[in-house]
């Protein structure tokens, strides 16, 4: 039996390249008409070099920016990046189709929630509450939390401990079969790869199950939840 889902945040619950995309986009738009004499395309290239370097959650690609290729931060230039990215990511930041009917099911269902991510906490959450899933989730961990990224067992055991279940109890749902299905798969878990979501391209996930939908995930519990 089944009694907990574990999900991955982004790209699983959430489209997060998408998402950052149209963010940066914006940012870029904005510094150009704030004054920034550079094309669209040398600017994206120089953020797309830092993100790479510092990570995809780094909170001062703008700053970086403005340093390296100026000397200094202009910030006019700045402040216009900043309010049009983050106009463009509240805009962008949008559940995956059938997510939150799906969340709502389970809910309902009894099933506990939690969710497994390496992003840092604070951006965690603030994706979590900006749809509005932070009251939905019994248990969130995130990168703050274990200071290890998947597929370290740390977080799959931290979730699993909170929730109160065996790890032959659980299912982890998510994008990155590296890191989501190799890591709940070694602690024990059931495993099923969020195909809507993969941006790597991934011919095989390595997992119990494949969801091409997020509702799937429904026909997969009444399996291993059958009613009398």
């Not at 370097?53 to 006019?76: A, N, P």
């Not at 055991?157 to 190799?182: F, P, Y």
Request: a negative charge.
């Amino acid at each position: 039996m089944i009694r907990a889902v574990i999900f991955d945040l982004d790209n699983t619950l959430v489209d997060f390249m998408a998402m950052k995309r149209q963010a940066v986009d914006a940012a870029i738009g904005a510094m150009m008409d704030a004054g920034m004499k550079l094309t669209h395309e040398q600017i994206k290239s120089h953020i797309d070099k830092i993100y790479n370097e510092q990570g995809i959650e780094y909170q001062k690609v703008f700053d970086q920016l403005l340093q390296e290729l100026f000397g200094y931060v202009d910030f006019r230039i700045l402040s216009a990046g900043i309010i049009a990215y983050r106009r463009a990511r509240e805009a962008a930041l949008k559940p995956y189709p059938h997510v939150t009917a799906t969340l709502m099911k389970l809910v309902k269902s009894n099933v506990k929630l939690a969710v497994v991510s390496d992003a840092p906490a604070r951006e965690a959450w603030l994706r979590l509450c900006y749809m509005n899933f932070h009251h939905i989730f019994d248990v969130v961990v995130t990168f703050d939390d274990t200071g290890e990224r998947k597929p370290s067992p740390k977080p799959f055991q931290m979730a699993l401990s909170k929730l109160d279940v065996n790890a032959h109890e659980a299912i982890m749902i998510g994008d990155w079969a590296e890191r989501d299905m190799v890591g709940a798969k070694n602690v024990g878990m059931f495993t099923a790869f969020a195909r809507y979501g993969d941006v790597f391209g991934t011919q095989e996930a390595q997992a119990d199950y494949e969801l091409k939908d997020i509702k799937q995930l429904l026909e997969i519990l009444e399996i291993h939840n059958p009613t009398e």
